[in-house]
C-alpha cells in the first residue's frame, strides 16, 4: 500500500539557518512526490515536484528536494530559512487506484515551520 | 491564467442547515476533487470529478455531496450540519487524474464555521 509518513509535526529555526524537513513515502512502484506549503488560511502551494526525472528537484524560494529511492525517502531542504517560510509544510505521493485505473493524491499529515527571528 | 476560484471565503451556519460550496478550476482542468481540513484530522479526500461525472470518493457520510457542470466548475453541498463540519474546504484542479499527469492545484479554500 502507498503511503507517506512526515516524520516531525513541528520543526523550528532561527533566522538563516538551514531548514530541513522529512519525509518518507512506501510505494510499491515508482512515485510522483510532492511538496507544499500552506500559510494560515489559504490553500496550498506546489513548492517542487519529483516525476522520475532528476533526483535533485529545485524548486521556488530557493526550497529543494532530493529522491532517494535506496532510502524511500524524499526531504526537503533550504539552505537559508526566511521569516515568510514559516508556514505548514506537506509531502504527498501520487499512487495508482488499481480498481479504478485513477490516480490518488496521498497527504503526509503535515510539519509546521516555525522560524525564530 | 486564472487560479482555482472558491467562493464563498468564509461562512458561518448553524446546526442542521445545509451549505453549497463552489469551485471554478482552471480553464483547461476537467478533473475536481474536493477536500476537507480541519486540525484534527488533517487534509481528507471528499470526492473527485471527471467531466461531470463522479469518479472517487472519500470515506464521508452521504450529508456530503457534490456534482460537476459542463463547463468543469463544480459545487459540493453539505445538508444538515453538524459542529464537526466546521474546517477548510479546499477544492483542486488538475487536467486529468487518470493519467498521472502532475500537480494538483488549489484554491484558497472555503472557511465555514457551525455554530
Known amino acids: 500500500a502507498q503511503s507517506v509518513t512526515q516524520l516531525d509535526s513541528h520543526v523550528s529555526v532561527s533566522e538563516g539557518t538551514p531548514v530541513l524537513l522529512r519525509c518518507n513515502y512506501s510505494s510499491s512502484y515508482s512515485p510522483s512526490l510532492f511538496w507544499y506549503v500552506q500559510h494560515p488560511n489559504k490553500g496550498l502551494q506546489l513548492l517542487l515536484k519529483y516525476t522520475s526525472a532528476a533526483t535533485l528537484v529545485k524548486g521556488i524560494n530557493g526550497f529543494e528536494a532530493e529522491f532517494k529511492k535506496s532510502e524511500t525517502s524524499f526531504h526537503l531542504t533550504k539552505p537559508s530559512a526566511h521569516m515568510s517560510d514559516a508556514a505548514e509544510y506537506f509531502c504527498v505521493v501520487n499512487a495508482l487506484r488499481l480498481v479504478s485505473g485513477t490516480y490518488k493524491y496521498i497527504f503526509g499529515t503535515g510539519t509546521r515551520l516555525k522560524v525564530l527571528a | 491564467k486564472a487560479g482555482v476560484t472558491q467562493t464563498p471565503r468564509y461562512l458561518i451556519k448553524t446546526r442542521g442547515q445545509q451549505v453549497t460550496l463552489s469551485c471554478s478550476p482552471i480553464?483547461?482542468?476537467?478533473?475536481v476533487s474536493w477536500y476537507q481540513q480541519t486540525p484534527g484530522q488533517g487534509l481528507q479526500f471528499l470526492f473527485e470529478?471527471?467531466?461531470?461525472?463522479?469518479?472517487n470518493k472519500g470515506n464521508f457520510p452521504g450529508r456530503f455531496s457534490g456534482r460537476q457542470f459542463s463547463n468543469s466548475r463544480s459545487e459540493m453541498n453539505v445538508s444538515t450540519l453538524e459542529l464537526g463540519d466546521s474546517a477548510l474546504y479546499l477544492c483542486?484542479?488538475?487536467?486529468?487524474?487518470?493519467?498521472?499527469?502532475?500537480?494538483?492545484?488549489f484554491g484558497e479554500g472555503s472557511r465555514l464555521t457551525v455554530l
Open positions: 483542486a484542479s488538475s487536467l486529468d487524474q487518470s493519467r498521472n499527469t502532475g500537480e494538483l492545484f
Open positions: 480553464s483547461g482542468h476537467r478533473s
Open positions: 470529478y471527471f467531466s461531470e461525472t463522479q469518479r
